[in-house]
């Protein structure tokens, strides 16, 4: 049964040849859904195939070839190769033929029932045809051309349109190379891509899966850029001057990711913001002019510090037990004295060790231990030990308790005078 339908209605039968059934979309078409067959339902294995061909009036043709597929519990999806025309435009744009083939399905199970339907793009004249088709288990397709076109059709699966390889095109599953009688030295032995208008260069990762020539959320790209650049991004955020996403510059020297550098081989470089370290971080220096290891320069309020014992989550603030060595602010006099103590007695000029701004004293919980400043005890100041007592920082040790100690006159040993003479034999 052969059909000519326009815009407005199914006219009637037009020829029939060995069993071919054709459609012809004559007139203005403005566009639409026309069903190409009907898969029923069934409760059994056996999976018939039929092909159509669209010719538009162009002389482009293109093929679509559907195979449902049936097992014991009914018809679960349809299986589809659809073939770009033979003539689309520059873009990959479909100027006449159809652009889009579904299936949609009613029921489950056994009761499935789907149906095939192709999407028209406006044009003047379109002949759709049945080319193809199985010999076994024929009463699984039906309604073979039967319907005219229609707006819309609801609740839809896509199958996705394949362009010709040697123009652009889309390889259904999967893609896998295995190089043979090449070498690594030719530069030949796996995917090459060649630059467009010796440009550019890229590869899309996550692009949609029925065009060629759209970007959607979620897509990334590989690209070699015009400056010979590697970039790796969101295809929405794409920029010319690389400040999105990673780069490396066309001598692999220098990487950047959102235009800050991570690497720049053989010249100083500066990071700005935060970067943590996971287990060791090592510094072997060259320098010889005060730059033998590292440097850390002092903040807008003047201090400049390392702090130990901090939470690895966080990048600020104290926890119990942190401790802290550095440049800090001596509140009595406002001057920057270098200190070690407890994060807790920041603020406390009473508390930690402490060297003086001008590096002439040093003091211990308030107390000058050396230096200048220290009144009490022998001039130059001292650091004794008895067994069993406090350390007694610049103070002579009178009490007779302890075990060495002096008195101003004698050195004695647990309050026994030691005489110093020779050694008899």
């Not at 076109?149 to 390889?171: E, F, H, K």
């Not at 208008?197 to 590869?203: H, I």
Request: net charge neutral; charged share 10%.
């Amino acid at each position: 049964m052969h059909m000519v339908i326009s815009t407005i209605k199914i006219t009637g039968p037009i020829s029939c040849c060995g069993g071919i059934y054709q459609w012809h979309v004559c007139n203005s078409c403005g566009g639409g859904w026309i069903r190409l067959c009907v898969f029923p339902a069934g409760g059994s294995v056996g999976s018939p195939f039929i092909e159509f061909k669209v010719y538009s009036q162009y002389n482009a043709v293109q093929t679509i070839r559907l195979v449902p597929y049936y097992t014991v519990n009914g018809i679960n999806t349809v299986y589809g190769i659809f073939t770009a025309p033979t003539k689309i435009s520059a873009n990959y744009v479909i100027d006449s033929g159809v652009n889009q083939l579904f299936h949609t399905h009613t029921g489950s199970g056994s009761s499935a029932i789907y149906s095939a339907y192709v999407r028209i793009e406006s044009t003047n004249s379109i002949t759709i045809a049945v080319s193809d088709q199985s010999t076994y288990y024929t009463n699984r397709i039906t309604e073979v051309l039967t319907q005219d076109v229609v707006t819309t059709v609801s609740s839809a699966t896509q199958i996705p349109i394949t362009y010709d390889l040697a123009n652009g095109g889309i390889i259904n599953n999967m893609l896998q190379v295995n190089p043979t009688g090449r070498t690594y030295t030719t530069f030949n032995n796996g995917i090459r891509i060649g630059n467009y208008n010796s440009d550019y260069s890229s590869l899309y990762l996550g692009c949609s899966t029925s065009a060629i020539n759209t970007t959607q959320s979620g897509q990334w790209e590989i690209s070699k850029t015009n400056d010979n650049a590697l970039t790796i991004n969101p295809s929405s955020l794409r920029q010319a001057d690389h400040s999105v996403g990673l780069s490396i510059n066309s001598d692999s020297s220098i990487i950047k990711f959102n235009g800050n550098e991570l690497v720049n081989v053989g010249t100083d470089q500066t990071i700005n913001g935060r970067k943590a370290f996971n287990g060791i971080f090592q510094v072997n220096p060259t320098g010889t002019n005060y730059n033998e290891g590292i440097r850390i320069a002092k903040a807008t309020n003047g201090l400049s510090q390392i702090q130990f014992g901090c939470d690895s989550a966080q990048y600020s603030g104290q926890i119990q037990g942190q401790w802290a060595a550095g440049i800090m602010i001596r509140q009595d006099t406002m001057t920057q004295e270098f200190v070690i103590c407890l994060t807790s007695d920041f603020g406390n000029d009473d508390r930690g060790l402490r060297i003086s701004a001008d590096g002439n004293t040093l003091s211990f919980n308030g107390s000058v231990i050396a230096g200048v400043g220290a009144t009490n005890g022998a001039s130059s100041g001292s650091v004794q030990y008895s067994a069993g007592n406090p350390i007694l920082w610049g103070v002579n040790s009178t009490g007779t308790e302890g075990g060495f100690y002096s008195n101003g006159t004698n050195i004695c040993w647990r309050a026994r005078p030691i005489t110093l003479g020779s050694i008899p034999p």
